[in-house]
């Protein structure tokens, strides 16, 4: 071959080629980025608008819907998506994957703002941005001490936060559980009555001082003087002096009805870390910064503030999304230094020779290394998907060069120089070698061009494993010739010793174990017909184990840490909801295992992270413990527990269910039938609705007529109501430092109760004040605390954990038990929802990319062979690799999902290896005028030797993965089984299969010749 040829006439030459590789390929490393995830730029859009005080069906008839048709008409959107809650609509638009994200926003902009003079007046500006998946927190830290909450959250706002922006990577820097100061303008309503002052009037008169401006400037020739207004109060006292009204020639003064506080704003929610009151911090990095990185500048920074922090703060880090990153990696680059030192045992084993064992020592970490080159180049990250990839090809990269030697050793026992032995054997291998790498290329390529958000996700791992497979090509026809030329010589020196007598009957054993294959292969091929009945048999019972896998799309990992989320009844205070947290800290305190807990409590919803000992030091996994913990936090009453082994809120819920309908009560009342169906089922865990009824309610109803009668208007009422009741901001109090809200509201005791209705006045005609029970009725009721859509249609979604089954088969078992055991109203629909459609989708690609794989490779044997016949042989070492998986996964416990299934697709392009190298080597026998069976044989003894070599290498090169423990190491570890299963079967099985279906497609093909031949000869008699 040229480049055989090229590497052992200049080895220099190839040598300066590895050198340079290796320099940059390790320059590209150290720069890499290093991520838990693939950096995926997505064309997701959300359109966030607030209408202070609208309930969720107000938002979606005045708002939602509008921007749903609007945007809808944009080309390329896949899919739409909405969340109504008090005084927030919420909007996602997903396109088509091919359409540019940035394009998306721009589009989605201008579609809203031809629209803004429809949406109510009173609404803020819409927020469009472009949805980030990887917008997580990469770090979370509370802030405890003795100080009152109001000094830690002046210490986080003002000194913390404000140091970690200027953090090279740092996004968003989000703040929770702080209070902010607020001046307070408290009225009380007896006085606002007793002085016959609205509540409209006191608010104009507050916005109309406590202001400063421009006035313009005087100028002359000579100069030029800006003026400026300073109408601003300069001290907290000073708003009590404010004139808002006058009365009977008397100044009515702030002070006079109302009382100035010096506070803080209303907390929506509250943080606590291990049971004290704290402010939590989130840091966010920026898209396709490097978390590591991000997250040791933080820690850098920490540790620099300590000086500025007063004693007794403490600085907690509660989450760290670098550890798991850390250790994942670390585990990886493990299992890829042991499969290496295992695959370069198995070389030694064989050959028995340090030179040739030397050349796979380099010629592995150079491939390795040259690959990070590639993923510097496609702006790649070290993460878990490309280092899946590296480890899961330390088996396939030592292959070529296994064959390669291999064939060099052999053709210097039969007495060639080295030089000679390198040139032809390479020459006569090289083809082979280069078929079966395109077959790789070929099953992996399909990978890296699958569509929707996991084609994405696999993107990374599909390149990676190609460019891999292609370095090691490269250096398997270049390096290991020109080393091989170089090292090894065409005599063997006798060693003696014990080390080296136990390496000699090893490969003994083996040549003798070749002779005996040999011969029990002559003996197949005379029971063609019986031996593939009996391979049939066998893969027949190994598919009827599918059904006893499972299927788990989405394997669990144990990252040492639980999410527990418990939903609170609707119209719950915040200090209740404070009281139910500690009750629920208080029980998952009870167990040795949780090393810290950090609460975050809103008004329907509390979260808590809790942080477990690292798995090696305790006796029970993350999920067994969540299973524990999860009955006792049933006694706890008035809240909707979800608790699983997750690192976000996203990946609480193993199963989801969309119920879509444009029918509300139909909708509502078979999504509660769903939901008590489900709950019956004892694999069913935390069974719930995203639907949440009940919110209390009072409706004032206004009589039109009366309120006209009295010169009453409805806008007056509802401004009078939000201002006593919700509050509202008359302006700033500016310091040196900063500027806080000035808001006007209701004193205390009378905002927290319904009598204050009464007595309440509102401006009316001809300036008199009219009592709010005079024009207005008072209905309880109740309205829904949060609404959903899908694809314009009101949705509601049935969500649940599973233990004993698989997350899968139960997601698919009750949709077809929907579907077929409960009526199901008309317009009513159930899908799979959330990320497990996502996922499904991104199964059925994965499931597309092998079929592509099976047809790349036939297309590259047939190419190679330049027949279309003999390539069909070779395919049917393929089924005989899925005998090994199934039963591997089978006998493991594993279940089929995204990585068992990657496996198996990587089986596709390794098994037909060994039948590549059989079928190669016995037509190069044939076309030298030997017979079929005596050529199958003769190949069957020359390439037992490689074929066992490649077999072990790959299998002890996973061997490490399938023993792992490590971080992240559940995602990987059913690929491994998969792999080392089939190639176990396949290995076993294509040494007698191949042979026999090649015998019989060649007599095949002579049997059409004779039938052609006959024909012919028939028509010239």
Known sequence: MILADLSIKRPVFITVIVAALVIVGILCYTSLTINNVPQTDLPYVTVTINENGASPAQLEANITKKVEDV??????????????????????????????????????????????????????????????????????IAVTGKEELKELSWLVDEVIAKKLYTIKGVGTVNIYGNTERQIQIKLRKEKLAAYGLTVQEVVNSLKSVNLEGLGGAVSNKNNEISLQIDNRVQRVTDFNDIVVARRNGVNIRVADIAEVIDGAKENSSLSFFQGKQAVGIDVIKQSGANT??????????????????????????????????????????????????????????????????????????????????????????????SLMALSLSIGLLVDDAIVVIENIVRHLHLGKTPVQAAKEATSEIGPAVLAATMTMVSVFLPTAMGKGFIGRYFFEFGLTVVFSVLCSLFMALTVVPMLASKLLKNRK?????????????????????????????????QHRLITL?????????????????????????????????????????????????EEIEKIINKYSEVKSIYTKVEKEQISFVVNLLKKNDRKDSARLIASKMRQDLKKVPGIELAINAANDTDALKEVRISIEGDNNEALRSFAFKAKKLMSQDPHARDVSLNYKPGKPQMKLLVDNDKAADLGVNTVSVINTLHSLFEGINVGKYKTEEDSY????????????????????????SNDQMVLLDQVTKKIFTTTDATLNRYDRNRQIELSANVTGIAADDFLNEYLNKFKNEMMVPAGISIKAGGMNATMQEGFMGLVIALAM????????????????????????????????AIVGLYLTGSTMGFTALIGIIMLMGLVVKTAILLIDFTIQRMKEGMGIN????????????????????????????ALATGAGSEMRVPMAYAVIGGLFSSTLLTLFIIPVVYTLLHDLKGLFKKVISWEASKKSV
């Not at 000035?742 to 109760?753: A, E, L």
Request: proline content about 4%; some cysteine.
């Open 292 to 385: 590591v990185q991000v997250v040791d500048g933080v820690k850098k920074e920490l540790t620099n503030l300590k000086e500025l922090i007063p004693e007794g703060v403490n600085v907690n880090i509660v989450q760290d999304n670098s550890v798991g990153i850390r250790n994942s990696v670390n585990d990886v680059v493990k299992s890829i230094l042991e499969g290496c030192l295992l695959a370069i045992l198995v070389v030694f084993l064989f050959l028995n020779e340090w030179q040739s064992t030397l050349i796979t020592a380099i010629t592995l970490p150079t491939v390795i290394i040259s690959t990070f080159i590639a993923l510097k180049v496609m702006n790649f990250s070290l993460n878990t998907m």
């Open 853 to 884: 794989g099976v047809l790349f490779i036939f297309m590259v044997m047939a190419a190679q062979f330049e027949s279309f016949l003999d390539p069909l042989a070779i395919m049917f070492s393929l089924p005989l690799a899925l005998i090994g």
């Open 71 to 140: 945007v809808g008409q944009i080309s390329g959107v896949k899919h739409i998506s909405s969340t109504m809650t008090l005084g927030v609509s919420n909007t996602a638009v997903e396109f088509d994957m091919d359409k540019s994200p940035y394009l998306a926003v721009q589009e989605v902009k201008d579609k809203v703002a031809s629209i803004r003079g429809e949406l109510p007046q009173d609404i803020d500006e819409p927020v469009i941005s472009r949805y980030d998946f990887l917008a997580s927190p990469v770090l979370s």
């Open 493 to 525: 020196k006798k060693r003696k010793g014990i080390f080296y007598q136990i390496l000699n009957n090893f490969n003994q054993f083996f040549e003798k174990l070749a002779e005996k294959y040999s011969r029990f292969l002559a003996v197949v091929l």
């Open 533 to 581: 009945s009996l391979v049939m048999v066998l893969f027949l019972a190994s598919l009827t184990l599918l059904s006893l896998l499972g299927l788990q799309i989405d394997p669990k990992t144990d990252d040492n840490m639980l999410m527990v989320l418990a939903d609170l009844d609707s119209g719950l205070a915040l200090t209740k909801a404070s009281q139910k947290a």
């Open 741 to 764: 809200d000035v808001r006007v509201s209701m004193q205390g005791k009378q905002q927290s109760n319904l009598a204050s209705l009464n007595g309440l006045y509102v401006p009316g």
């Open 934 to 961: 005596e050529a199958l044989i003769e190949a069957g003894q020359v390439r037992f030797r490689p074929i066992l070599m490649t077999t072990l290498s790959t299998i002890f090169g996973m061997v490490p993965v």
